[in-house]
């Protein structure tokens, strides 16, 4: 392992399980995320002659997370990772919505530095509580040379920022990630001023295709708030119910950007030749809302 204990650490922490409290530390289920700082999470973690700069950038529940969150943690990892003297940046995080900050964050900087986020899914003051492990693993990640990129580190497991997801709900380790995923070619990248900047973020919807997925609740949202944006997350290889296709077609017409995924966790969509609506290839559905979002933000200015 190649470390470098001359440079600075930063710890960003925006809540979630692994800051969470239970009221009764014997019944750790019963927890309420986003309570512990940054400051307390390190005690105990912080191998010595390791040099930690820390700031709390939120304190939510993940399940929360919000567009102007996103714009701090962005601004502060941007920051972050352009002095000199940072080797790498560590981003504390909940699990729920892990994965669409990690592909936003991925995306939108493409760090030439380690940024890893970890997470917990014990509270902090459960008995056999996993936060001060997976941190102590996230630390020792972003020392290492050439880890560059958002990372996910918890579990033991590393997995690109770009590729994770949630896949299990209270297992341990809950995350996922799969080889070869990359941002569609059709979709631009907003430049991290351009998301900086932003100050009305487009609306994007998803909508699920199931059985007797008819077109109501596309056509009734868009007579009424229009979102800018609608992802898909189609049965199988991103098929859809004719009606609801029928009402996205309607959709586009009317100005809205429509994107098919895959409900499927794994192998996304393929193009086939009667396909009529775009797809986002191995993006997951909610990766696939975050990479419309950013396409939506990059077209406007
Ligand atoms: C959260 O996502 O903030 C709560 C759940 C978790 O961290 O596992």
């Excluded at 990359?182 to 991290?192: A, K």
């Excluded at 932003?198 to 008819?214: G, K, M, R, S």
């Excluded at 586009?252 to 775009?278: N, T």
Aim: charged residues 15%; aromatic residues 4%.
């Amino acid at each position: 392992m190649n470390r470098n204990k001359t440079k600075k650490i930063v710890v960003l922490a925006t809540g979630g399980t692994i800051a969470g409290l239970a009221a009764d530390s014997d019944q750790p289920q019963n927890y309420k995320a986003a309570q512990v700082d940054v400051t307390q999470l390190l005690d105990g973690v912080v191998p010595t002659g390791l040099h930690v700069l820390t700031e709390q950038v939120a304190q939510v529940d993940s399940k929360n997370m919000s567009f102007a969150v996103w714009q701090s943690l962005l601004g502060r990892v941007a920051h972050w990772v352009a002095q000199d003297e940072v080797q790498g940046v560590v981003i504390t995080h909940g699990t729920d919505t892990l994965e669409e900050t990690a592909y936003f964050l991925q995306t939108v900087l493409q760090p030439n530095k380690p940024v890893a986020i970890t997470c917990a899914m014990l509270p902090a003051n459960a008995p056999e509580s996993d936060g001060p492990a997976n941190l102590k693993q996230a630390l020792s990640w972003v020392q290492l040379r050439g880890s560059v990129g958002v990372s996910v580190v918890c579990a033991g497991q590393v997995h690109a920022g770009h590729a994770v997801q949630k896949s299990h709900s209270h297992q341990r380790n809950p995350f996922t990630s799969q080889a070869h995923v990359r941002h569609p070619d059709s979709l631009q990248i907003p430049t991290v001023a351009q998301v900086l900047s932003c100050t009305h973020w487009p609306h994007v919807a998803l909508v699920f295709n199931h059985v007797e997925a008819d077109g109501r609740l596309v056509r009734t949202l868009m007579a009424h708030d229009a979102p800018d944006g609608w992802v898909v997350a189609g049965t199988g290889n991103g098929t859809l119910h004719h009606d609801l296709q029928a009402a996205l077609l309607e959709a586009q017409e009317q100005g809205a950007h429509v994107l098919r995924a895959s409900r499927c966790a794994w192998g996304g969509v393929q193009s086939r030749d009667a396909d009529v609506l775009p797809h986002a290839g191995l993006l997951t559905a909610v990766q696939a809302r975050v990479a419309l979002l950013l396409d939506l933000i990059a077209r406007r200015s």
